[in-house]
């Protein structure tokens, strides 16, 4: 089925018509996308969004200039802000097409999504990748799981193959976002999947607490390597 149907009753859900509320395909595309992801995810609806914007406006991260690849998610000041601007939109779908649009503002939600759960681990171990490849897999799990109706298999490759070709083999960078098939294979996991634990964003599972896990591990490690010692002797006792 054509993804303009899963805008089409987005649009009925917020009382919108295109003609009303959108000035383009591609911004309905974004929008649609947008509200669904927020019904469907609570932990995202504080975020403010501004889908087709031009240059000039002044957020938390600076102002808005209104480039080709201006989309991002803006986690400072008093309340997360999601920029996808007016040329942004147009070079995303006229080149790429409508789907990997609808994947670009659920990358940015996904951002709001884990910002929320665990803040940017960028900041903890020095590199955005952890972020931008849990991103991709939320992405995947918002496709499947906020749309009332299922992707084909041609419109999940779609997506899949527009982030790879966003991907990149420079891990010294700190903003790296992952190779080609890091980005493609997280997405895909997130879609397949359809489970948000499986991303690492959940309150039950996500980066702090699988760091929390590890320490805990780590600091039982003396006392399990002593088990395991005991263990292999009785065995080579019981064995003789």
Not at 96 to 116: F, K, N, Q
Not at 149 to 162: G, P, R, T
Request: net charge neutral; glycine share 8%.
């Amino acid at each position: 089925m054509r993804i303009s149907r899963i805008i089409s009753y987005s649009l009925l859900l917020i009382g919108m018509t295109s003609r009303e509320a959108l000035a383009s395909e591609y911004q309905a595309i974004a929008v649609g996308t947008e509200q669904l992801i927020r019904i469907y995810d609570p932990a995202v609806r504080s975020t403010k969004s501004f889908i087709g914007i031009q240059s000039g406006l002044p957020t938390a991260c600076g102002k808005t200039d209104n480039s080709e690849w201006e989309v991002f998610f803006c986690g400072r000041g008093k309340e997360p802000v999601i920029v996808f601007s007016e040329k942004a939109l147009n070079n995303i779908g006229k080149n790429y097409g409508l789907e990997p649009v609808a994947a670009t503002i659920a990358h940015e939600y996904a951002h709001s999504r884990l910002y929320s759960l665990q803040g940017m681990t960028g900041d903890v171990i020095g590199s955005y990748v952890v972020d931008e490849l849990q991103a991709d897999c939320v992405t995947g799990v918002y496709l499947r799981r906020a749309t009332p109706i299922q992707l084909s298999n041609s419109q999940v490759d779609k997506v899949e193959k527009y982030l790879e070709k966003l991907g990149d083999y420079m891990p010294i960078e700190r903003d790296w976002h992952g190779t080609p098939q890091m980005r493609g294979m997280s997405f895909k996991h997130g879609y397949e999947a359809g489970n948000l634990d499986s991303c690492l964003a959940s309150k039950s599972m996500n980066w702090n607490v699988l760091i929390d896990k590890a320490t805990r591990e780590v600091q039982k490690a003396p006392e399990t390597v002593d088990r395991l010692i005991k263990w292999g002797e009785d065995f080579l006792k019981n064995k003789n």
